[in-house]
Nanobody
């Protein structure tokens, strides 16, 4: 069993930065692909970024050049720069036992474990 706990959310002005963290339990963390998804009120949970076992990274077009996903030991990070009001959402991290690549990383159904989320609010 893998448990995921997100942190680092908060209120920030447009143009600002935040770094989200997702701490994972379990010694097999390194064998999982990890992803970040976000959900706004009344909307679907959308893919944001993912990192495979080997360190390949994938991003939704809306955040390319602004967000960076990385991993270190038992933590995965999402560095978010030049934040926009439309980035406001609850951000969830997720773990995929089977690894992922390319477009396959964007499907929430591919992930086996989810965190509770951390709120990000970007004011204009």
């Amino acid at each position: 069993q893998v448990q995921l706990v997100e942190s680092g959310g908060g209120l920030v002005q447009a143009g600002g930065s935040l770094r989200l963290s997702c701490a994972a339990s379990g010694r097999i963390f390194g064998s999982y692909a990890m992803g970040w998804f976000r959900q706004s009120p009344g909307k679907e949970r959308d893919f944001v970024a993912a990192i495979s076992r080997s360190g390949d990274t994938y991003y939704v077009d809306a955040v390319k050049g602004r967000f960076t996903i990385s991993r270190d030991k038992n933590t995965v990070y999402l560095q978010m720069n030049t934040l926009k009001p439309e980035d406001t959402a609850i951000y969830h991290c997720a773990a995929d036992r089977a690894d992922c690549s390319g477009y396959g990383c964007s499907f929430s159904s591919s992930y086996d474990y989810w965190g509770q989320g951390t709120q990000v609010i970007v004011s204009s």
